[in-house]
């Protein structure tokens, strides 16, 4: 075994938190373990081989590439997990990540996750789970942030025209993404090439609306209808059929609430017919819609994962039919190692991934902003990637998709 496995820390990391010792030694196999020197990059942005990192003690700094200047984000410490954008894409980091002090870190290529998909399914599974839960945390955080800028615009335009004018965020120091911290310094870096990811934006393909079909039939015509939503079309048949077993219809009149903002999450949801409205809550009380679901559009994923409170509140456009699937019957699953529920995860996991990557861009794009109501948009835009997912048809995410076998 090696030596730095026996190290009490590395059990409570995330990604091995959640495997037993002969798993964690599994694992082990394929892990490097790097130490790195204060100002030595760790990732670089824009890097064309993706690996998962995970800090066992020191501290990095990230950061953005923006119009103005490369934008510090926030500062990491021991158990936090990186490149997990990349690692489930493909694609080229998204930050750059430097050590500020020494740092040892554990560091999982791509590549050999991949091979143990193919001989360690369960493992891995263990290991995806954990970076969803992460995952998941960065879309709440920024859902918080979003927050934070809304509750006093004038403040927040503020900030930006200091940054611009300073190459830092007045009073933050570690960037607008870290509203409040303490400053670190004053520097003033250049101007770098702004790079974006792939992840640009969807390209809609219709899904026709489900007809509902009783008795024993249902399920058979859920699985055909479900090959028509991209997502699930890479789904081998039976999978399919497996799944469309556990999903439950349930039915909305027009404006009919489906679910609450800060209520608890209990299953996630597939639009099978009509519209949904997502709808934030502003500080006056006031609602605000912020993107409309359709027909093979999924939300509420996130409950799956950490069983947190709903993000957002949904309501009923139209009539709509949709499909909901237990948080219960999901964990059940993942208890009994059931590749539908792998299968399924890794979908989340990817559609999580590309929400992100669309966001970070969209909110890196707001130190280009001079007016309040440029802000608002903005945010408005962030917001409405957080919310919309991923769609397959986008060509990163569809790549992502085929480099997987999902039978």
Known sequence: ??????????????????????????????TDHIELAAGQTMIKEGEPTPSLW?????????????????????????GAVLGELSLLDGQPASATVKATQPTEALKIERE??????????????????????????????????????????????????????????????????????????NSTPTRPKRRRSRATGPIRVAVPRYESVSGAAGIPARGEWLERVPRFALM???????????????????????????????CAFIVASGTVEVQKKLSTGEMRPIHTFGPGDMFGEMSLIDGGNRAATCIASSEAMLFSLPVRVFERLLDESSPLAFRFLEIVALDLSHRLRRADDQFADIFSESDTEGIEARLDRVEARLHS????????????????TLD
């Not at 990095?60 to 934008?71: G, Q, R």
């Not at 025209?161 to 570690?174: D, L, N, P, S, W």
């Not at 009149?253 to 209520?263: G, K, L, Y």
């Open 389 to 404: 997912g991923g769609t397959v048809e986008d060509s990163a995410l569809a790549e992502a998709f085929m480099n997987l």
């Open 1 to 30: 075994m090696l030596k730095w496995l026996l190290r009490p820390t590395v059990p409570k990391l995330p990604v091995f938190r959640a495997l037993n010792r002969t798993e964690r030694q599994i694992l082990a196999e394929i």
């Open 236 to 266: 081998g048949r039976n999978m399919r059929l497996g799944l469309a077993g556990y999903l439950m219809e349930q039915d909305y009149a027009a404006n009919q609430s489906v679910c609450e903002e800060n209520d608890p999450g209990d």
């Open 112 to 185: 050999r996750l991949m091979d143990l998909r193919e001989n360690h399914a369960p493992t891995y599974y263990k290991i995806i789970r954990e970076v969803v839960r992460v995952m998941v945390e960065r879309v709440r955080a920024m859902n918080a942030r979003i927050r934070a800028l809304r509750s006093d615009p004038s403040r927040t335009a503020d900030l930006i025209q200091a940054h611009k004018r300073k190459g830092e965020v007045a009073g933050a120091g570690r960037g607008l993404m870290s509203l409040g911290a303490t400053p670190s310094g």
């Open 54 to 78: 995970i800090i066992e003690s020191g501290r990095v700094a990230v950061s953005k590439n923006t119009d103005h200047a490369e934008e510090n984000l926030t500062t990491l410490s021991e």
